[in-house]
């Protein structure tokens, strides 16, 4: 078991920045590629970044990249989402999660932990 725990969300204007932190706890994390999600009131959860176990690669999704890094540090079992150019539409719950595999998905059903969100409002 995986628990994650995470925090940082809050509001924020447009174009302003903000950063996400995610403490794992239980299985060995350093083991587990990671991965923000977000959803929006009405829409489907969706991937936001995600990063293999050693850190070496990231992916973003198009609505984010250039804006969002996700960065890790093993030996503090915490996974991080630097927002910057924060816009609206990026007001969500935000989620991190963990799989058992070591690569990098943008797939929700590939990641058997979850925790329980950070709630992030950008203001126009």
């Known amino acids: 078991q995986v628990q994650l725990v995470e925090s940082g969300g809050g509001l924020v204007q447009a174009g302003g920045s903000l950063k996400l932190s995610c403490a794992a706890s239980?299985?060995?994390?350093?083991?587990?590629?990671m991965g923000w999600f977000r959803q929006a009131p009405g829409k489907e959860r969706e991937f936001v970044a995600g990063i293999t176990w050693g850190g070496g690669m990231t992916r973003y999704a198009g609505s984010v990249k250039g804006r969002f890094t996700i960065s890790r540090d093993n030996a503090k079992n915490t996974v991080y989402l630097q927002m910057s150019s924060l816009k609206p539409e990026d007001t969500a719950v935000y989620y991190c999660a963990a799989r058992s595999g070591v690569a990098v998905s943008s797939s929700l059903g590939e990641y058997a932990y979850w925790g329980q969100g950070t709630q992030v409002t950008v203001s126009s």
């Open positions: 239980g299985r060995t994390f350093s083991k587990q590629a």
